[in-house]
């Protein structure tokens, strides 16, 4: 059985991008497990996931999980001109054939500022 063309069990995320948002409502990025400070992850602007600088690999696919409760926009492009690429549901979207060119900036806004104990957490394939 096969993924988007991917042997079952042979799939392996290159990258990896966490937010996570503790009880006190403080959220958190982490990128391939390494926290990278604090960040604001509300409905006042984008958050950036991956600058141009850190993407550096071509992604075929991106797996998204989501436990805010809430619909987001993930959106590629510059500070204050993204453009929403897909809008990611409750739960999450699952494996998603999406195409991001190496060197984009990528980002994510919630429509509803997340609530305490939440995450969302996206996986990047080639």
Known sequence: MTYFGIPRGRR???AQVRLVTDGLGVTTR?????????VVYTTAG?????????NTQ????????DSTGNTSLL?????A??????????GGNGLVGLRI????????K?????????ECTINFYD
């Open 30 to 38: 982490y990128r391939d497990g390494v926290s990278e400070g604090v």
């Open 101 to 108: 060119d190496a060197g984009t900036r990528l980002s994510i």
């Open 58 to 65: 071509n992604v075929n696919q991106i797996e998204i999980f």
């Open 110 to 118: 919630p429509l509803v500022t997340p609530s305490n104990n939440t």
């Open 46 to 54: 984008y958050t950036e996931l991956v600058s141009v600088a850190q």
């Open 12 to 14: 392996k995320a290159f």
């Open 75 to 79: 959106s590629t492009g510059a500070l």
């Open 81 to 90: 001109s993204e453009v929403v690429l897909i809008q990611v549901t409750p």
